[in-house]
């Protein structure tokens, strides 16, 4: 072989250890990231955890907190989930989404709700489908039971000389109305939806928490217990935070309190949701590398070996 035929397979020979080495060392590298931010827990991994959901501020109708929660129930993974409320309440569709979405996974595995200074209105009625709910002392809870706000301004447009009409289908088709008072029939008609979504209310809590429902109607006046005394009531099983419910999981359900938590629902690089994006970052630089294994110079030349004693 002529010499310059000897120097271009002593190239491609070249070529082909720095791209093995570049790849390794991209995949122990992420690998090691990817370990280190989800502390063993990557879906690489798939190890069994507790998953955790977190429902705070004014609950609304949330359909990527629903699928997420929909989710544990089909991850054979997730040994349990902790519902942690602190809530005092928001729309009854909101909290009916997220309801039937706990009650699923309870149907599959075991289901703890803790509370925090606030679990009332819709903010408990998430956690009615716990086996086991948890309430501080001072936790304000309960307040079972549906509202429906209206407002009115015929005076004040009268006093401003202003006039309103509408033109409607139906004499009910201008009910509730800004612009006039509620009539007698409206008022019926509005106290029966409420009374209607009074009665769901009063039934998914004596589901959850297996009380004849004629108890839970005496407890569903819209007033708001402590947790002292909602405990009392049946409304809450035990007095204690996201400790007492981790070591209640271990003692009924063999599920130890060493095994690890994972949020779920969560925006941001946190958890799961971090060793995802990592994973899109190893398959981007991979990607990279194959794309650039023809070329050794530039910034990969770092990597190039000393051919001393060849």
Known sequence: MTLETDLLLDRRRLKRRLFLWRTLAVVALVGSLLLAVTNGEGPLLAREHVARVTIKGLITED????????????????????????????????????????????????????????AASAGYMVAVPAERIFAREATLTGSIGVKLGLAEVSGLLDWLG??????????????????KPLSEQGRAVLQALVADMHDQFV??????????????????????????QALKLGLVDAIGGETEARQWLAEAKQIGTG????????????????????????????????????????????????????
Not at 70 to 87: G, P, Q, T
Not at 267 to 287: D, H, M, Q, Y
């Open 63 to 118: 359909r990527e907190m629903t699928e997420a929660i929909a989710k544990v129930a089909r991850d054979d993974s997730a040994r349990a989930l902790l519902v942690i409320v602190d809530s005092s309440g928001g729309t009854v569709a909101g909290g009916e989404s997220l309801h039937g979405a706990i009650a699923r996974v309870a149907g599959r595995k075991p289901v703890v709700a803790v509370l925090g200074g606030t």
């Open 162 to 179: 202003i006039n309103s009409e509408t033109i409607a289908s139906g004499p009910l088709k201008d009910e509730p109305s800004l612009t």
């Open 203 to 228: 039934e998914m809590v004596a589901t959850g928490r297996k009380m004849p429902e004629p108890q839970v109607r005496e407890l569903a006046d819209g007033r708001a217990y402590t947790g002292r």
């Open 259 to 310: 095994l690890a938590v994972r949020d779920v629902g969560q925006r941001g690089l946190s958890g799961w949701a971090a060793s995802e994006s990592l994973l899109t970052f190893l398959v981007g630089t991979i990607k990279t590398v194959l794309s650039q294994h023809l070329s050794i110079d530039g910034a990969w030349a770092i990597w190039h070996p000393s051919r001393r004693g060849e």
